[in-house]
């Protein structure tokens, strides 16, 4: 693709030499180590370092040009392409280069603190059982026409993200649903992107060490209604009953859809009956009623499923058939996930990691009626330190043993992020234990549990890691918990026939 195709509609902030115009580009990266001949490549500014530090270096390995919202530095002697903003810019040539995949799939973008994973994977179960071929991009995993891989950003950057659109277009595919997160949209990950539907579950505390203020986080939220720098999205779906979402400013030519329990919202649930089977609940929207049942708990989970049912109505899907769709999403992977060795009680693992997704969790646990709540929890090094006596509060008003743990340090030490979390816990009165060793902190937990009881493991859900000071190391809550189990004698179900 010649680079005067390319650059059309990105803000310069310097004149090219007219004999770069007709370059023929063969490809684009922001990586040297996998720059190839004809290639542009990208530097960006970084915490950790300067993206010019590798232009050189990609020069050398073929790359016909850089691009950069920094100046070119004195000793570089290749086309330096000079932008107002370089994300913004990756983002519009990577769309442009693989000829505007948005525009064949229909794009649904998932925004708010809390639900996103969940509503996503609801949405993408519908369709997929609509019959539709589609992509997914979550945190947990990323799905192309069928093919799960692991997940390596909740929303990659552009040029990824736009090599999955084009694999899901090239395998026929119809549907591309993701979550777009607030650093992706503050850092222009998806800038000039065609939005079919958006939606907004929530906004609680969180990300503040990147955003400051609530406001600010709010801003960044509100930029994909606004079109995030593309057209504005046809559908807004958003939660009537989050005071934020009330804020939420529509363009003109974009259909707001709400959803909600509360207010009188146009998609509501209705004979609402949460227990351990699942949810079964009303649906009431614009032209009739739904019956929905399903196996996720609670009554967060019954927001998430009012908002996937609101973007299949978007979507021009039958209410019977999104209401199968829904049905046929059986669990999502660290959400209230269920660890079960043939033991008395329930053992879940969550990944809720601020408070009042804490909270949320432990209300959906107390829904089942349990004996006793005990609730693990650790909160994140390097993160928002201010979240954290609120986590340890949500924990102990609402738990009958709280043991305080690590989630993923960091650089942090993990006494000292204990520290800040007990600051909240010792506002009550609830029997707790400090164990910085997460795996023996399990051991605690479950060891407490008697017959009745509900044993919740917080705050790292599906992650298969913990981020320590020095090291990245194997560990996953549900793995550790089954071992746990099993050693105190405890033998699943199936295992016991045999």
Same mark, same amino acid.
């Given at each position: 693709?010649?680079?005067?195709?390319?650059?059309?509609?990105?803000?310069?902030?310097?004149?090219?030499?007219?004999?770069?115009?007709?370059?023929?580009?063969?490809?684009?990266?922001?990586?040297?180590?996998?720059?190839?001949?004809?290639?542009?490549?990208?530097?960006? @500014?970084?915490?950790?370092?300067?993206?010019?530090?590798?232009?050189?270096?990609?020069?050398?390995?073929?790359?016909?040009?850089?691009?950069?919202?920094?100046?070119?530095?004195?000793?570089?002697?290749?086309?330096?392409?000079?932008?107002?903003?370089?994300?913004?810019?990756?983002?519009?040539?990577?769309?442009?280069?693989?000829?505007? @995949?948005?525009?064949?799939?229909?794009?649904?973008?998932?925004?708010?603190?809390?639900?996103?994973?969940?509503?996503?994977?609801?949405?993408?179960?519908?369709?997929?059982?609509?019959?539709?071929?589609?992509?997914?991009?979550?945190?947990?995993?990323?799905?192309?026409?069928?093919?799960?891989?692991?997940?390596?950003?909740?929303?990659?950057?552009?040029?990824?993200?736009?090599?999955?659109?084009?694999?899901?277009?090239?395998?026929?595919?119809?549907?591309?649903?993701?979550?777009?997160?607030?650093?992706?949209?503050?850092?222009?990950?998806?800038?000039?992107?065609?939005?079919?539907?958006?939606?907004?579950?929530?906004?609680?505390?969180?990300?503040?060490?990147?955003?400051?203020?609530?406001?600010?986080?709010?801003?960044?939220?509100?930029?994909?209604?606004?079109?995030?720098?593309?057209?504005?999205?046809?559908?807004?779906?958003?939660?009537?009953?989050?005071?934020?979402?009330?804020?939420?400013?529509?363009? @003109?030519?974009?259909?707001?859809?709400?959803?909600?329990?509360?207010?009188?919202?146009?998609?509501?649930?209705?004979?609402?009956?949460?227990?351990?089977?699942?949810?079964?609940?009303?649906?009431?929207?614009?032209?009739?009623?739904?019956?929905?049942?399903?196996?996720?708990?609670?009554?967060?989970?019954?927001?998430?499923?009012?908002?996937?049912?609101?973007?299949?109505?978007?979507?021009?899907?039958?209410?019977?058939?999104?209401?199968?769709?829904?049905?046929?999403?059986?669990?999502?992977?660290?959400?209230?996930?269920?660890?079960?060795?043939?033991? @008395?009680?329930?053992?879940?693992?969550?990944?809720?990691?601020?408070?009042?997704?804490?909270?949320?969790?432990?209300?959906?646990?107390?829904?089942?009626?349990?004996?006793?709540?005990?609730?693990?929890?650790?909160?994140?090094?390097?993160?928002?330190?201010?979240?954290?006596?609120?986590?340890?509060?949500?924990?102990?008003?609402?738990?009958?043993?709280?043991?305080?743990?690590?989630?993923?340090?960091?650089?942090?030490?993990?006494?000292?992020?204990?520290?800040?979390?007990?600051?909240?816990?010792?506002?009550?009165?609830?029997?707790?234990?400090?164990?910085?060793?997460?795996?023996?902190?399990?051991?605690?937990?479950?060891?407490?549990?008697?017959?009745?009881?509900?044993?919740?493991?917080?705050?790292?859900?599906?992650?298969?890691?913990?981020?320590?000071?020095?090291?990245?190391?194997?560990?996953?809550?549900?793995?550790?918990?089954?071992?746990?189990?099993?050693?105190?004698?405890?033998?699943?179900?199936?295992?016991?026939?045999?």
């Amino acid at each position: 693709m010649k680079l005067s195709d390319l650059i059309a509609g990105v803000a310069l902030a310097s004149d090219l030499p007219v004999g770069a115009y007709g370059l023929d580009i063969t490809g684009l990266e922001f990586d040297s180590r996998r720059v190839k001949p004809g290639y542009l490549f990208f530097a960006f @500014p970084g915490a950790k370092a300067d993206g010019r530090a590798f232009a050189a270096q990609a020069i050398l390995a073929g790359a016909l040009g850089v691009v950069s919202e920094l100046a070119k530095p004195e000793d570089f002697d290749g086309l330096w392409i000079q932008v107002q903003h370089g994300r913004a810019a990756l983002s519009v040539m990577s769309r442009l280069f693989y000829g505007a @995949p948005d525009e064949s799939l229909a794009l649904v973008g998932v925004t708010g603190t809390n639900g996103k994973t969940t509503t996503v994977y609801c949405v993408d179960s519908m369709l997929r059982h609509a019959g539709r071929v589609t992509g997914m991009v979550g945190t947990i995993l990323y799905r192309v026409a069928g093919e799960e891989r692991p997940a390596v950003n909740t929303t990659p950057d552009s040029l990824d993200l736009m090599r999955l659109m084009d694999e899901v277009k090239r395998a026929g595919g119809t549907n591309f649903t993701f979550e777009v997160s607030s650093h992706a949209l503050a850092l222009r990950r998806v800038a000039g992107l065609t939005f079919h539907t958006v939606l907004f579950t929530n906004l609680t505390r969180d990300h503040l060490d990147f955003h400051g203020t609530m406001e600010e986080y709010f801003a960044a939220k509100v930029l994909l209604f606004q079109g995030a720098g593309g057209p504005p999205p046809k559908f807004a779906v958003i939660n009537a009953d989050d005071s934020w979402g009330k804020r939420i400013q529509l363009q @003109p030519e974009t259909k707001r859809l709400t959803y909600g329990l509360k207010n009188n919202a146009d998609v509501k649930a209705e004979n609402i009956d949460a227990g351990f089977h699942g949810l079964r609940f009303d649906v009431r929207y614009p032209g009739g009623r739904q019956h929905i049942e399903s196996r996720l708990c609670g009554l967060i989970n019954v927001y998430n499923l009012l908002g996937a049912f609101a973007v299949g109505l978007s979507l021009g899907l039958p209410a019977q058939q999104i209401a199968e769709g829904l049905e046929s999403c059986k669990a999502v992977p660290g959400r209230f996930e269920r660890v079960d060795a043939g033991q @008395p009680f329930l053992v879940v693992v969550d990944y809720a990691h601020t408070d009042d997704a804490l909270r949320n969790t432990i209300a959906t646990a107390r829904a089942l009626n349990p004996k006793r709540v005990i609730t693990l929890f650790g909160c994140g090094g390097d993160r928002d330190r201010a979240k954290r006596p609120l986590m340890g509060q949500a924990a102990a008003e609402m738990s009958d043993f709280v043991v305080v743990t690590s989630d993923n340090p960091r650089s942090e030490d993990p006494l000292s992020i204990i520290n800040d979390a007990l600051v909240g816990v010792r506002r009550f009165d609830t029997k707790h234990v400090v164990e910085p060793d997460r795996e023996k902190a399990i051991r605690l937990a479950i060891a407490e549990a008697r017959p009745g009881d509900i044993v919740l493991l917080a705050g790292k859900g599906h992650e298969t890691y913990q981020v320590l000071r020095d090291r990245t190391i194997d560990f996953d809550d549900r793995v550790s918990a089954r071992r746990v189990l099993e050693s105190f004698g405890y033998v699943p179900k199936a295992e016991a026939r045999a």
